[in-house]
């Protein structure tokens, strides 16, 4: 069985998306239209602007979704997935390639979660800090301690075995930097990132969100697609509409949807979009899995 992932946030880089512009009539037209809907010319950011500009929250994450879905769509008949499944924002991609949201409402929510999520960020300064080589359990009771303490600290992206992201108040995950190291991790590095994604701190933005979500048509999709919240396979508009609007705050769990996915029957995995972040994520949840990009 076919499974196509999506990456998320980091993975962006200028020139991205300009070969298939200049190279597909069907890709020129999608990211001209995209261009459009957002009021800006985002395409001018990906193909020739800096690493500054890209970086701005309110045009990484329309310009990862628009890399994604517009190659998923240049593959045409080709692309036949059986499951698909994306990192955090790539999630917005994958339902578009398993028909739930169009085009176009997929990348108006995209535009209006990088707007939530910057604004959640100037509310409360806030970071997050990957952490290698530490036992799951071990940094969630030490999260779950400091949290206790009156800060802000939750494991935020469970990305693979050894590799668990955690997300919340600077002073919080400088505490938890401190006592993981401590407890035996191999590095705990604080990531240069806006804000504590996938925590409690983004609640103004989920609140934001979820009116946009709810106002946005969900379709019956052609596979399922295994959602960072549950880690399980979803076909249902309605869980699936609850599970897109619960993900700001709740942590993403790659490692164990990729795990589904081969318990599943995954056979393949096809990365779609800037990068090769989660092929490489998937090899490390499984050596003997065959991943690539399209």
Request: overall charge negative; glycine content about 6%; charged content about 20%.
């Amino acid at each position: 069985m076919k499974a196509y992932i999506f990456p998320g946030q980091g993975s962006q880089f200028v020139g991205m998306g300009k070969e298939l512009y200049e190279t597909s009539a069907l890709a020129k037209e999608l990211f001209e239209k995209a261009n459009d809907i957002l009021g800006f010319r985002i395409t001018d950011i990906m193909f020739n602007g800096t690493d500054e500009e890209l970086k701005q929250t309110k045009v990484t994450q329309p310009a990862i979704f628009l890399h994604s879905v517009i190659l998923a769509k240049t593959l045409g008949e080709s692309l036949k997935p059986d499951m698909v499944a994306g990192h955090s924002l790539g999630e917005f991609s994958a339902l578009v390639v398993n028909k739930t949201l169009s085009f176009e409402d997929a990348l108006v929510l995209v535009s209006k979660r990088a707007m939530a999520m910057q604004k959640a960020c100037e509310l409360n300064p806030s970071t997050m800090a990957a952490i290698l080589n530490l036992d799951d359990k071990v940094i969630e009771a030490i999260c779950a301690e400091i949290t206790e303490s009156g800060e802000v600290v939750v494991p935020a992206n469970y990305n693979s075995p050894g590799q668990l992201v955690i997300s919340g108040t600077i002073t919080g995950i400088n505490i938890a930097c401190e006592k993981l190291k401590a407890a035996g991790a191999k590095r705990a590095l604080v990531l240069p990132v806006g804000g504590a994604f996938h925590s409690p701190l983004m609640e103004p933005a989920r609140i934001e969100l979820e009116a946009a979500i709810k106002a946005t048509n969900f379709s019956l999709p052609i596979c399922p697609i295994y959602q960072n919240v549950t880690a399980n396979a979803v076909s249902d508009p309605a869980e699936i509409q609850k599970n897109l609007i619960a993900q700001l705050t709740a942590p993403v769990k790659w490692t164990q949807t990729i795990q589904q996915m081969i318990a599943d029957g995954a056979t393949s995995f096809t990365e779609l979009g800037p990068g090769k972040v989660l092929q490489g994520l998937v090899k490390k949840i499984n050596p003997a899995m065959e991943a690539a990009s399209a």
